[in-house]
Structures are given as C-alpha cells and as structure tokens.
C-alpha cells in the first residue's frame, strides 16, 4: 500500500507491505514526527536507512540509487537445486520458438508456478529475462457469479469472483451488490461489470 501526505512545502510518502514500510519524502522533520507518532500507536522498530525490501538491496551514492536482487536470485536458484550449473549471456536461445509438446511434464506444477512468478518479479532489476517470461503458456482465466436476492435482509444480491493465473489462484472477492435487481440476468451482468473492472485494475 502506497500513501502520501502532501501540503504546500512537503511531500511524505509511505510503502506499506504487511509489516514492512517505508517512510520517505523531502521534509526530514516530517518523517520524524510522523515517525515518533507511529510508535506511540503500534509496536515498530526503525532499522535506520532503506537497504533491503521486499527482495530488493538498495544503495546509494552521490549519482542516485541503486538496486539489486543478487541474494533474491541466488535464493531462487537454491530453490530450483540448481547452484552448480553454469551461468550464460541470455536466458533464452536465439530464435527459440517453444510449444505445449516441447520437453516433458514436470511432476511439480505449483512448484513451477512460484519459480515463473519469482522469476517474473527479478525483472524488476533483471529486465534481460523479461522476454524470456513472457514466453510462458500461463493464461489469466476469470470467473463470476451472482446469487440472485442472496440477502434475506434486503434482497440485494450476491457477487462472487475470482481470477486464475494458470491454475494458480491469484485473487478473488465476494461481495454484495449496492443496488437491488429484479431479476437473476441483471445481477449476472452487474457481476460481469464487477470482475471487469477488477481485472482492469489487475492488468
């Protein structure tokens, strides 16, 4: 989650992720108090200047920042066993053309599923393998459905959907319709409407 906290001499941002932040801006006096007052209100330690986040190793000099993944990548290749092979110039061989009958099925496709992803996110610094990414099959498949008058209260009706990436669940929602239809077809395409505009944000 990304907030700020702008008036007419100073901007003050915060990256939240679960129980990670960071607290940035232009106005050091600022953070300071809005430091100070976080810590009368929950329980927070302050490791002093931004170094790693989130995968990410951050360094800094006097031309700008920097950012790394080296232990994020190392770390993924523990994880696909795969330390001692040598390393190459591109990830992917010049001109490959791949297909659903290329190579042979993995007996682990969740396992799969979390390296593509990780390898997705080392893009982040790494954007030579993007190409590489992009040739996976995964396919982004959405599902909805609407429990028509589902509310015995006041007989709004029912939204639920959810998003597939592969056969990977990604993200999902159930939630009651604000408005109250007279039949089962309208609340269907207030349904359709919901996941669309969900999948706009997604994309």
């Known amino acids: 989650m990304l907030s700020s906290v702008e008036t ?4 003050t941002l915060i990256l939240l992720y679960v129980d990670d932040m960071i607290i940035t801006g232009d106005d050091s006096a600022g953070i300071h108090s809005l430091q100070h007052f976080l810590s009368q209100n929950f329980e927070m330690k302050d490791l002093g200047i931004l170094s790693y986040f989130l995968g990410l190793e951050v360094t800094s000099s006097f031309d700008g920042y920097y950012l790394s993944q080296v232990k994020y990548a190392f770390d993924l290749l523990s994880k696909a066993s795969i330390t001692d092979n040598k390393t190459i110039s591109t990830p992917l061989e010049y001109n490959a053309k791949l297909t659903p009958l290329d190579g042979e099925l993995i007996s682990d496709a969740t396992h799969y599923c979390q390296l593509v992803g990780s390898l997705i996110y080392l893009t982040v610094t790494r954007p030579n393998i993007s190409h590489a990414m992009g040739m996976s099959s ?33 993200s999902w929602r159930s939630k009651k319709q604000d408005v109250v239809f007279c039949s089962s077809i309208e609340a269907e395409y207030h349904a ?3 996941i669309t505009c969900e999948l706009v944000w997604l994309r």
């Open 8 to 11: 007419s001499i100073s901007i």
């Open 138 to 170: 995964l396919e982004l498949h959405a599902y909805s459905d609407a429990d028509w008058a589902g509310d015995l209260t006041d007989r709004c009706s029912i939204t639920g959907f959810c998003f597939l990436l592969g056969t990977s669940l990604v």
């Open 192 to 194: 359709l409407a919901d």
